[in-house]
């Protein structure tokens, strides 16, 4: 019996290929991993085991999440469905300095837990148990093998490599210089890293990003410890093999990004760098910056043949606490102070102190100077609370009422209540106008969603959609700021084209990861918080964004991963979706 023409046919959806051009009405054919035919007139649909229609719906290549901190979660639930329920079929992981490739499982533990906000008590033990390689092509084979849900590719980060090199104890002393034995041994995993199929190196140069654990608890990140030197020299790597710098400048100050813009520089001499960054954003506390920073960017790369971008997220950054677990709180000495102290009894007596309550008023009140939150307790509203007569109030709203300082209502409450205190604010990209700017600068690429991180305060695994969503409904108002196929490319083939990999396109020949999306359901629940367990993490909640219904079916290496709010029975159980993709 001959096999049918097309394992999965998709007909009548309105179809966008990634590459910016118009969508049309397609009926599109798979067969095995690959997307074979895309025609105007129905196909053969003789045998086909998986008939898809698609009428009233757009087809479009599976969104990239090129910035997330999946690292743990990968080990544990490799299905990573909270992404691929909202359509997303390819995430990057090794961000902002933090993998799990080199380093012992304990020294890999305290990297990550504090800076993404994922409990130390579920890591360690997940890693201790099943971390079995201490090489990148050993990390890499493991992604081979393992039963990935969406396609994953890597970054090597710097802080994990340092502390291989090194050691703890000296990766984070600033008195501590690596040996030239030391930084030719970075040299080299970077390269074995590259050779195995790496994006390139993460960094950090911010310092309020802080170690968990006993040993070296609140230094900062290894990788901030590094000189431009020590970078100079993995650069020079990077720069030969066409790989990427993904980093970080100081958030705070600001000032170091120019660094990161002379390395991406090339000339005569040598390669251009290309360079990504965080975080490109219209924030609360400096309203001008980005109206400054995108354009200079566009003019640098202009200017120095640089490939210089910004991570730039097309959405409100919005951010929940529970209590003072907040990381805002490590840009000033008062909240360090506290985000130290692991125990709340421990805190407790840290905010009794009245020495404590009047330095953090004054760290609170200096409104002037390099910052990121906007230090203002009228503009965070409580969100729950045992006390529900303060729901849907601010601080500074209760505080005025009592007559308190409002740092002092904050941190009576934080006393009282601990964690079962929760409150929300928006740090930044609170003005639509800003936003639609800032997607449309050359020097951005819309990615930055921090999704397996942030579990009590928020990642933004729908951000593909609500970018759609905030197009189309532009649309709708007759203020067109971008038309929708330009967006579609932003989320996928600019981003598979600029990282180098196999992925975000959708013509004859592509690799078959397919999102459909229903337009009419991208409406206000795209919003909308929510708790979720995560997989193979002991029941641990989450909060997440929900869009049900917006994402009507996602395949990944063409095969149906989620349809109609289901995943396949098989998916992330099994070896036939997701593929570690190697830079090419």
């Not at 020097?443 to 951000?463: E, L, P, Q």
Request: charged share 25%.
């Amino acid at each position: 019996m001959s096999r049918p023409a097309y394992d999965v046919i998709i007909k009548n959806g309105f179809h966008f290929d990634g590459t910016g051009k118009p969508g049309a009405m397609r009926h599109l054919g798979i067969r095995g991993k690959r997307l074979v035919t895309v025609s105007g007139t129905p196909l053969d649909e003789t045998g086909c085991p998986t008939l898809i229609d698609a009428q009233g719906q757009w087809v479009m290549p599976g969104f990239l999440d090129t910035h997330t901190h999946y690292d743990a979660e990968v080990v544990a639930a490799p299905s990573l469905s909270e992404s691929v329920r909202h359509g997303v079929t390819t995430v990057t992981i090794g961000s902002c300095s933090i993998s799990m490739i080199l380093s012992a499982a304990e020294d890999c533990s305290d990297l990550f837990t504090r800076v993404e906000s994922v409990p130390r008590e579920q890591v360690l033990p997940l890693l201790q148990q099943r971390k079995t390689w201490n090489t990148p092509k050993g990390y890499v084979d493991f992604l081979k093998q393992h039963p990935l849900g969406p396609n994953v590719c890597s970054f090597l980060g710097h802080s994990d490599l340092r502390v291989a090199a090194m050691g703890l104890d000296r990766a984070v002393d600033s008195k501590s210089k690596p040996t030239e034995a030391e930084l030719t041994r970075m040299e080299q995993w970077l390269e074995e890293g590259l050779d195995a199929g790496l994006l390139g190196l993460s960094t950090m140069t911010t310092k309020w990003d802080k170690l968990d654990g006993d040993r070296q608890r609140s230094k900062s990140l290894p990788s901030t410890y590094a000189g431009w030197g020590e970078f100079r020299r993995l650069n020079r790597i990077l720069r030969r093999r066409r790989a990427i710098h993904q980093g970080a400048p100081n958030i705070v100050t600001k000032l170091n990004m120019f660094l990161f813009l002379a390395e991406s520089a090339g000339s005569l001499w040598r390669p251009k760098l290309k360079t990504t960054l965080i975080t490109l954003m219209d924030i609360k506390a400096n309203p001008l910056l980005h109206r400054v920073v995108g354009p200079f960017t566009n003019w640098w790369n202009k200017l120095t043949v640089s490939d210089f971008r910004w991570q730039a997220l097309p959405v409100q950054f919005e951010v929940y606490a529970d209590g003072i677990d907040l990381v805002i709180f490590e840009e000033f000495g008062a909240g360090e102070a506290a985000l130290h102290l692991s125990e709340q009894v421990e805190r407790n007596a840290l905010f009794a102190d009245e020495a404590y309550r009047r330095k953090f008023r004054k760290d609170y009140e200096r409104k002037w100077g390099p910052r990121v939150w906007h230090r203002d307790l009228h503009d965070s509203d409580i969100v729950d609370c045992p006390d529900k007569s303060l729901v849907g109030r601010s601080f500074g709203e209760i505080a005025d009422q009592r007559g308190l300082h409002p740092v002092d209502l904050f941190l009576d409450l934080v006393t009282q209540y601990g964690k079962a205190l929760r409150w929300h604010t928006v740090l930044a990209n609170h003005r639509p106008q800003a936003v639609k700017r800032i997607m449309k600068e050359p020097a951005t690429i819309v990615t930055f969603s921090d999704a397996g991180a942030h579990i009590r305060n928020m990642a933004f695994y729908n951000f593909p959609l609500r970018f759609l969503k905030l197009v189309r409904d532009s649309d709708r108002s007759g203020e067109r700021f971008m038309p929708l196929e330009t967006a579609v490319w932003r989320l996928t083939g600019e981003l598979g084209d600029w990282f180098g990999i196999d992925a975000g396109h959708l013509r004859e020949g592509d690799r078959a990861d397919v999102v459909i999306i229903n337009p009419e359901a991208l409406d206000e629940r795209l919003e909308a918080y929510h708790e979720a367990p995560m997989e193979g993490l002991n029941g641990l909640q989450r909060m997440v964004n929900r869009s049900d219904g917006a994402v009507s079916t996602v395949l990944v290496n063409g095969r149906v991963a989620f349809r109609q709010r289901e995943f396949a029975e098989d998916f992330g159980k099994e070896r036939n979706y997701g593929e570690f993709l190697a830079a090419r």
